[in-house]
């Protein structure tokens, strides 16, 4: 909620400020309508170059550890089923 000083136009009087020039004028989400659309594009932009990063980590690990051996793989305490496990944490982190 926004206090609008003004005459009155576009807002609700408040009862208690009544032969006052003060208006109460409620307004949206404030957040979302100051940003531009160039913000919000480049905010998209940004937001998709790390999730291709993420990806690209995602794809790099999980093609590493396939490529390994089962000796290999047991000698680092891996099993085959959990390399894209092993993949999507390294990429993504823990949740």
Known sequence: MHLAMG??????????????????TTYGNTAATSTTLRDRIADRLRLARVQWGQWRVYRQTLNELSALSD???????????????????AAYGTK
């Not at 408040?14 to 208006?23: A, E, H, V």
């Not at 000796?71 to 894209?84: E, F, G, K, Q, T």
């Open 71 to 89: 000796r290999d793989l047991a000698d680092l305490a891996i099993a085959r089923s959990n390399i894209p496990w092993i993949a999507m944490e």
């Open 7 to 24: 005459s009155g136009t576009g807002g609700a009087e408040c009862p208690s400020l009544k032969g006052s020039d003060m208006t109460v």
